[in-house]
């Protein structure tokens, strides 16, 4: 008996050393270059920037002074790369053939898997940080790892992006992206931070909800209307949170700021900050900006993303209210 529970326990003991160890937590939403440099090795960085941008990936930065970041480049050594545009889908509703919609699970697994990552560890999105719509293309990403499987405590975001690693003074590798296909998978879908067209619809008729319209103010009273949307203005009873209120650029950084700063903006605006909430914009780009805001640096888990936005709203023959011809 006495061999056999020696033999057990240096069993246990060398199946405790080969089985992988639990994945580590990430410490919030936002995470400080300090915090992805001390963990470098235990997370999944993705960079992710949009198009043209991406060449930015292999491009020398330039600092100018003070520290100052003139031109963001090159990356978050060991970092993956995100085209912004291949994580959206073109799909096809009541007939209307509709860009930049929220993807299918096989969509945006496939895109996953083609920017190489792989399932299992803690993920640091790194936004290019030079400027709100590059934060909010990290928002969106955020919000689509969180819809298809990925936990709170697996996901978050650098704060400043690349821009705030370069100002903190840490150096970046300008080294191709990888091209080994990844493995991760959506898993599930988490339908508490989506908002539905016919959920929009619900929410509008019986009031539950407030909604929060994340474009720049002219597009909000309909004196633009971007050529992706069939009519101008806005949701009838929306609030306006303009894009240059959702971020704020210091020396060329543009970071997410606290949550005693959104209070006071959503304060000025008349937005509550613990009512629940439905965020929007043209194809929720900008919206992922707010809903991530609302939901996770105020921390009201009653928000939702109207991920398609605008896009799907008006090409679907339904009304916005706007300034009068």
């Known amino acids: ?192 931070i989506l908002a539905t067209l016919e959920q929009v619809k619900s929410a509008l008729r019986t009031g539950s909800d407030q909604f929060v319209d994340a474009r720049p103010t002219p597009q909000f009273l309909g004196l633009e209307t971007p050529g992706i949307d069939k009519s101008a203005g806005h949701l009838p009873g929306a609030l306006s949170f303009p894009t240059d209120a959702i971020a704020r650029t210091e020396d060329g950084v543009t970071t997410f700021m606290t949550p005693r700063d959104y209070a006071w903006i959503f304060a000025t605006y008349g937005i509550s900050a613990t009512r629940p909430t439905i965020t929007y914009c043209n194809t929720g780009h900008l919206a992922s900006g707010a809903w991530f805001v609302v939901h996770e640096i105020l921390g009201n888990k009653q928000s939702r993303l109207y991920a398609n936005s605008m896009n799907e709203w008006t090409n679907l023959g339904n009304p916005t209210v706007a300034l009068p011809e």
């Open 1 to 192: 008996m006495a061999i056999l529970k020696h033999w057990l326990g240096a069993t246990v003991l060398a199946l405790a050393a080969v089985a992988p160890a639990a994945a580590m937590d990430v410490p919030g939403p936002l995470v400080t270059p300090q915090w992805l440099h001390d963990h470098i090795g235990q997370v999944t960085v993705l960079t992710i920037a949009d198009g043209d941008q991406t060449r930015l990936f292999t491009t020398a930065p330039k600092l100018g002074t003070n520290g100052a970041v003139d031109n963001v480049g090159g990356h978050v050594p060991g970092s993956l790369l995100v085209d912004f545009e291949t994580i959206r889908q073109t799909r096809v509703e009541d007939g209307k053939r509709l860009q930049a919609m929220l993807p299918t699970p096989a969509f945006f697994t496939a895109a996953m898997d083609r920017a190489g990552l792989d399932a299992g560890k803690p993920i640091v999105i790194v936004p290019l940080g030079d400027g709100v719509i590059a934060m909010d293309m990290g928002t969106r990403l955020f919000f689509q790892l969180r819809y298809f499987g990925e936990p709170a405590d697996q996901v978050a975001l650098l704060n400043g992006g690349t821009g705030a690693w370069l100002h903190a003074g840490y150096a970046t590798s300008t080294s191709p992206a990888p091209t080994a296909p990844g493995n991760w998978k959506a898993t599930k879908l988490d339908a508490s």
